[in-house]
């Protein structure tokens, strides 16, 4: 017999790189006569619950070599990326044995960790597409003693995708209403749109910047991971005049489905296009603006019915960038994802504990309408724990 519940581990690191975000998740297995009710997916939308998370930082130096390594023009030797991987497959695992140490919850109640890894590079034009996302899942594994699925992207982009954003699936599942109109707004590094609309296929794709150049921007010039609240962004102004230059780069005026990354919006894509004299304030002023604009108009071109807006991710926490939200988008509620339930600072990872689980119940974690995949597809390699060998578990549906 099946138990009622099972216990997966979702992490990741997201493009701004500040930390490893855990999250162990309970996801309820209702009784087979159960009915059940469907998500936006078509899916059985069944309950979850965040049962522990934490962030867990990485170390400076660290961190610093992984957004080098993130820009386009970084350059690595071999040794040095075989290194990283295993450094970086470390504090993966260090953090998820953190977690549930913390929660004091034995290995053996755990299905198995979700780890969508580091992201260095993320090129899906042109004639060989790829995606590359690092952190040894063999030492991941064998640290913690659980089975460990990872590599989710690539099997996406073989098929013809863009290999991100994954997480609508669990959005459509999570949160749709066929009621309401909503998105959901992820505030990474970069920001992430799932369009959920009823009778129409989940759309999502990535808007462009939410975080990246407004962190990078206060590295440079405050020597700060960030600008906290947007203090400084609310002490400039907006230069219309670079807002408009920003905006006029093609990706925003792309169709989706379409995704990006550092690759594209760095501080050389940005000191390209910067006028010869623009107070630093006043850049960071617009960088905010930009975000905010940029998401605004991608759903009034893509989802202009939508009417609820719930956001996560580090964003969330911007106070500046959520009321420029507010602003841009005034007939619509913009919230947090906390307002339907779940922590907005948890979203990601609880999506990979999510994908994880598709992965072993043998079901499809992408979604073609959203990724432009030839069609659904199974996605992560699972490498089981401590050389099991096999999965000795029932499917939990």
């Avoid at 005049?241 to 995704?259: G, H």
């Avoid at 930009?290 to 991608?298: E, F, H, K, P």
Wanted: hydrophobic content about 45%; some cysteine; aromatic content about 6%.
């Amino acid at each position: 017999m099946a138990p009622a519940s099972w216990l997966y581990l979702g992490l990741i690191s997201g493009t701004s790189a500040d930390g490893i975000d855990a999250a162990l998740v309970e996801f309820a297995t209702p009784p087979a006569a159960e009915p059940f009710t469907a998500g936006h997916s078509g899916k059985a939308s069944w309950p979850l619950r965040i049962v522990a998370a934490r962030t867990t930082p990485y170390p400076q130096d660290l961190r610093r070599r992984v957004l080098a390594l993130a820009t386009s023009d970084a350059s690595i030797t071999l040794d040095d990326y075989g290194r990283l991987d295993v450094e970086i497959g470390e504090c993966f695992a260090a953090a998820a044995n953190a977690l549930l140490d913390e929660a004091g919850v034995r290995r053996g109640a755990v299905v198995a960790i979700g780890s969508h890894g580091q992201t260095v590079r993320h090129r899906v034009g042109g004639a060989h597409p790829f995606t590359l996302q690092i952190g040894d899942p063999s030492v991941i594994a064998e640290r913690t003693g659980l089975t460990t699925v990872t590599d989710f992207r690539r099997a996406d982009v073989a098929a013809g995708g863009q290999g991100a954003p994954l997480l609508p699936s669990l959005h459509a599942a999570a949160f749709a209403d066929p009621a309401v109109p909503r998105a959901i707004l992820n505030l990474g590094g970069i920001a992430n749109l799932t369009l959920l609309e009823h009778a129409r296929p989940v759309i999502g794709f990535d808007s462009g910047p939410a975080n990246c150049l407004l962190d990078a921007w206060a590295e440079r010039h405050l020597g700060a991971p960030r600008d906290e609240n947007g203090a400084w962004a609310r002490s400039g102004r907006v230069d219309e005049a670079l807002l408009a230059e920003l905006l006029a780069d093609p990706y925003f005026a792309a169709a989706p489905p379409k995704s990006t990354g550092r690759e594209d919006f760095n501080l050389a894509w940005l000191d390209a296009r910067l006028p010869s004299r623009c107070a630093p304030a006043d850049v960071q002023a617009t960088l905010l603006a930009l975000s905010a604009r940029s998401i605004a108009d991608a759903l009034r071109a893509h989802a202009p019915a939508t009417r609820e807006v719930y956001a996560c991710g580090g964003g969330v926490h911007n106070a500046a960038l959520m009321e420029a939200l507010r602003a841009q988008l005034p007939r619509l509620r913009v919230d947090s994802t906390a307002a339907l339930g779940l922590d907005p600072d948890y979203v990601e990872a609880v999506g990979f504990a999510w994908l994880a689980r598709e992965r072993l119940d043998g079901d499809p974690g992408n979604l073609p309408s959203v990724t432009g995949a030839r069609g659904p597809r199974r996605l992560g390699a699972i490498y089981p724990a401590g050389g099991d060998g096999a999965l000795s578990r029932p499917m939990s549906r």
